[in-house]
C-alpha cells in the first residue's frame, strides 16, 4: 500500500484548485448519505491519496459536493444506473463502475449487460496499481 501511495504521489498532476483530502469525520457523514458503511480500505484511500489527480481516471472524492467525483453523487448515479446497492463505487469509467464490496474487493459492473464482470481485484489498492496507474 505505501509503495502505491508513494508512486500515486510522484504522479500527481498539478491542478489550479487542488483537492483537499477528508478527516474521519467527514467519512461518517458520507457514510450516513449513502446509508453504507465504507470499506476500511476505501476509507483509507479517501482519506490518504483521494487528493491526487492523475490520468484520464478520475475516482471519487469526499470533500467537494459541487465536485463530479463526489461519492454520494457518483454513487447515486450508479444505483439508479442498477449498480447494486450494496456496493460502493470508486470510480466511473465511461458508463462502467470500479465498486468496492463490503469486503474490499473491487469489482466493475458493466453499462452494456448490467452485470459485475469477471474482473475483479483483491483490494482498492490492487485496483490503483493495476487500473488507475495503468489508465
Given at each position: ?51 491526487v489527480v492523475y490520468g ?80
Amino acid at each position: 500500500m505505501e509503495e502505491v501511495i508513494d508512486q500515486l504521489r510522484e504522479l500527481n498532476e498539478p491542478v489550479p484548485v487542488p483537492l483537499e483530502l477528508p478527516d474521519e469525520e467527514l467519512l461518517v457523514e458520507i457514510q450516513e448519505q449513502i446509508l453504507i458503511h465504507l470499506p476500511y480500505e476505501l476509507r483509507e484511500f479517501l482519506l490518504k491519496v483521494s487528493d491526487v489527480v492523475y490520468g484520464r481516471l478520475e475516482p471519487v472524492t469526499a470533500t467537494d459536493p459541487q465536485s463530479h467525483t463526489y461519492l454520494p453523487e457518483v454513487a447515486s448515479v450508479a444505483w439508479s444506473l442498477g449498480v447494486p446497492r450494496e456496493l460502493v463505487p470508486i470510480c466511473e469509467d465511461r458508463g462502467n463502475y470500479y465498486c468496492v464490496e463490503e469486503d474490499g474487493t473491487v469489482v466493475l459492473w458493466e453499462q452494456d449487460t448490467e452485470e459485475l464482470s469477471e474482473e475483479n481485484w483483491e483490494s482498492v489498492w490492487h485496483w490503483v496499481r493495476d487500473v488507475w496507474l495503468e489508465s
